[in-house]
């Protein structure tokens, strides 16, 4: 497993064997220790930081990136997993999730978090683990988030996953070195123009939720339904 942080705070977290965990219910899956499957998306994630941090171009040189920021890699050693691409497993998480809004819909907690970005996934797994004793089950959880996607007639595989690995125990994470090596700097280079194309060609370019009928034909529309932000692509016949 993967996870991206600035170059002092990953020499201190290789030094002490230790990391602290994320605070919050803005958080996808609650408190705790995140990770990634994949190193590219801890190669992202530092870009996206030394992107705010520096005001570098995101598409731009990032050659330096490695004396600002570092990857590590670590084990997870612990087969306690709360596996929301597990079937049961997700279909168990809905409904208990939809349980808990119900019941908390006057929740100042939950409607502050719906009103800061719609989403109360947060809060539930908070719940979970802080509140109805799911870390004695479960030390961490995994889930695999569809990062781009669009609903189109010809296809129901235009998403991009991202796959996130959430520790709730923090003792379960061993072996923490640094991964990183600037020989592979151009080849996360390539994913990430690859990953911005892909994304690009995933989202509906703005202003483009237009009506049918002012569509010409043989040009694209989106209509209410599906897919991303709730509409799928279309092209106008006639």
């Known amino acids: 497993m993967y996870h991206g942080t600035d170059i002092e705070t990953g020499k201190n977290i290789i030094?002490?064997?230790m990391m602290l965990p994320s605070v919050g219910d803005h958080h996808w899956l609650g408190n705790g220790i995140y990770f990634y499957k994949d190193e590219e998306y801890a190669f992202r994630w530092i870009v996206i930081k030394y992107t705010d941090n520096f005001r570098?171009?995101?598409?731009?040189?990032y050659e330096n990136i490695f004396e600002k920021y570092i990857i590590?890699?670590?084990d997870i050693i612990s087969s306690r997993k709360f596996d929301l691409d597990d079937l049961q497993t997700k279909l168990?998480?809905?409904n208990i999730k939809n349980e808990i809004l119900r019941k908390s819909e006057n929740s100042k907690r939950i409607q502050e978090q719906l009103d800061?970005?719609?989403i109360a996934d947060g809060v539930v797994f908070n719940v979970l683990f802080d509140k109805m004793?799911?870390?004695?089950?479960?030390d961490y959880v995994s889930a695999t988030f569809p990062i781009a996607y669009l609903y189109d007639s010809s296809s129901r595989l235009d998403y991009i996953p991202e796959l996130q690995i959430c520790v709730k125990n923090a003792d379960i994470i061993e072996n923490i070195a640094q991964y990183n090596d600037i020989e592979i700097l151009p080849g996360?280079?390539?994913?990430?123009?690859?990953?911005r194309n892909t994304k690009k060609q995933l989202t509906i370019p703005k202003g483009k939720y237009i009506n049918k009928k002012k569509c010409k034909k043989g040009k694209i529309y989106y209509k209410k339904g599906g897919g991303q932000n709730g509409f799928q692509?279309?092209?106008a016949k006639d």
């Open 116 to 118: 800061r970005n719609g």
């Open 133 to 138: 004793g799911y870390s004695d089950m479960y």
């Open 15 to 17: 030094a002490s064997q």
């Open 56 to 61: 570098n171009l995101y598409s731009g040189n």
């Open 188 to 195: 996360y280079k390539s994913f990430i123009d690859l990953y």
């Open 233 to 235: 692509k279309r092209i």
């Open 92 to 94: 168990f998480f809905i």
């Open 72 to 74: 590590l890699s670590a």
